[in-house]
């Protein structure tokens, strides 16, 4: 049974930083995808960022552009856990975090229907 665990979700300043945890169980993320997704109240789930991790060889990240530069996807294999480490944080960054792995093949990472597997989800609000 595949389960996605989020946590370090919480209420932050604007400007503040905060990281995000994503452990998985069941699940191998060789040659795929794990993303984090975001959504906020009144609108859709948006890609933020993932990190592709090779059988063989690196790992790849993709950010979406509004988080570009602020936000760094990471892993640690022996923990089996994906981090988000948030940094400059903006109101517009409110939302429930989600984790997401199982793309299906020939699917956009950022796109949130070709997932299998979703996290409960981990509240973020940043206060002006």
């Known amino acids: 049974q595949v389960q996605l665990v989020e946590s370090g979700g919480g209420s932050v300043q604007a400007g503040g930083s905060l990281t995000l945890s994503c452990t998985l169980s069941?699940?191998?993320?060789?040659?795929?995808?794990i993303s984090w997704f975001r959504q906020a109240s009144g609108k859709e789930r948006e890609g933020v960022a993932t990190?592709?991790?090779?059988?063989?060889?690196?790992?790849?990240?993709h950010y979406a552009p509004s988080v570009g530069g602020r936000f760094t996807i990471s892993q640690d294999k022996a923990k089996n856990t994906v981090y988000l480490q948030m940094n400059s944080l903006k109101s517009d960054d409110t939302g429930m975090y989600y984790c997401?792995?199982?793309?299906?093949?020939?699917?956009?990472?950022?796109?949130?229907?070709?997932?299998?597997?979703w996290g409960q989800g981990t509240q973020v609000t940043v206060s002006s």
């Open positions: 997401a792995a199982g793309l299906r093949s020939g699917g956009d990472w950022y796109r949130s229907h070709g997932y299998k597997y």
């Open positions: 069941g699940y191998t993320y060789l040659d795929a995808y």
């Open positions: 990190v592709f991790t090779k059988y063989v060889g690196g790992t790849n990240q």
